[in-house]
């Protein structure tokens, strides 16, 4: 869960919109790696298809959708972000240690002894939360989106035992419709503004 730490803190500070979401979908690949290593002991057919599913999504749908979007706007860069670089890792900094203290009080009966297992999910869903609000793009809007639903079913691993099948995917699911509906807009705010500048969608009101 390290690693899920320090690719949030990557994303805090990454500008390049296709090295986002290369480091997206590394979260991807690393949660799904993450389902089957943690329950190595009891591995089942049910976890194997949940890990699947995540990374097959998460790991390589979603970024090739992201990456295509940036191809059809021909924009490279997030561009002028509300907070900067050095700010925001500073803000990631305050997150994680806030999010270390919650992992300090929450108690899970039967959660997984995995080492920072629920601060890393705190941490990844404040990342995405503050990529959202902290972004003008509308592209890194929805990378945030898909941030935030790591870091929920991060949290969700750690219960996944008495989580029913259906409920992981209708996660995946939920997360693969909002996605696909923000490419969608992401589309039609290039086409209109011909920027991905979701501020200028305030030029509608009136």
């Given at each position: 869960?390290?690693?899920?730490?320090?690719?949030?803190?990557?994303?805090?500070?990454?500008?390049?919109?296709?090295?986002?979401?290369?480091?997206?979908?590394?979260?991807?690949?690393?949660?799904?790696?993450?389902?089957?290593?943690?329950?190595?002991?009891?591995?089942?057919?049910?976890?194997?298809?949940?890990?699947?599913?995540?990374?097959?999504?998460?790991?390589?749908?979603?970024?090739?959708?992201?990456?295509?979007?940036?191809?059809?706007?021909?924009?490279?860069?997030?561009?002028?972000?509300?907070?900067?670089?050095?700010?925001?890792?500073?803000?990631?900094?305050a997150m994680l240690l806030a999010a270390l203290w919650i992992g300090s009080k929450i108690s899970?009966?039967?959660?997984?002894?995995?080492?920072?297992?629920?601060?890393?999910?705190?941490?990844?869903?404040?990342?995405?939360?503050?990529?959202?609000?902290?972004?003008?793009?509308?592209?890194?809007?929805?990378?945030?989106?898909?941030?935030?639903?790591?870091?929920?079913?991060?949290?969700?691993?750690?219960?996944?035992?008495?989580?029913?099948?259906?409920?992981?995917?209708?996660?995946l699911l939920d997360a693969f419709v909002g996605v696909f509906v923000m490419g969608i807009a992401?589309?039609?705010?290039?086409?209109?503004?011909?920027?991905?500048?979701?501020?200028?969608?305030?030029?509608?009101?009136?």
């Amino acid at each position: 869960m390290t690693m899920l730490i320090v690719l949030d803190l990557a994303l805090l500070s990454i500008s390049l919109l296709n090295t986002g979401i290369m480091v997206v979908g590394l979260q991807g690949i690393l949660l799904g790696l993450f389902v089957i290593s943690s329950h190595a002991s009891a591995l089942s057919l049910r976890l194997v298809i949940i890990a699947s599913v995540g990374i097959a999504i998460k790991g390589f749908v979603f970024p090739l959708l992201l990456r295509r979007a940036v191809k059809e706007a021909g924009i490279q860069r997030e561009i002028r972000p509300f907070v900067g670089a050095s700010l925001s890792l500073l803000i990631g900094v305050a997150m994680l240690l806030a999010a270390l203290w919650i992992g300090s009080k929450i108690s899970i009966n039967g959660i997984i002894d995995v080492p920072l297992a629920v601060p890393a999910s705190f941490m990844t869903m404040f990342t995405g939360l503050f990529l959202v609000i902290a972004r003008k793009t509308a592209l890194t809007q929805c990378i945030g989106y898909i941030v935030f639903e790591n870091g929920i079913y991060a949290f969700g691993v750690a219960a996944v035992g008495q989580t029913p099948l259906l409920v992981e995917l209708g996660l995946l699911l939920d997360a693969f419709v909002g996605v696909f509906v923000m490419g969608i807009a992401i589309y039609h705010i290039n086409h209109e503004f011909d920027s991905m500048d979701a501020t200028k969608l305030s030029s509608l009101k009136g």
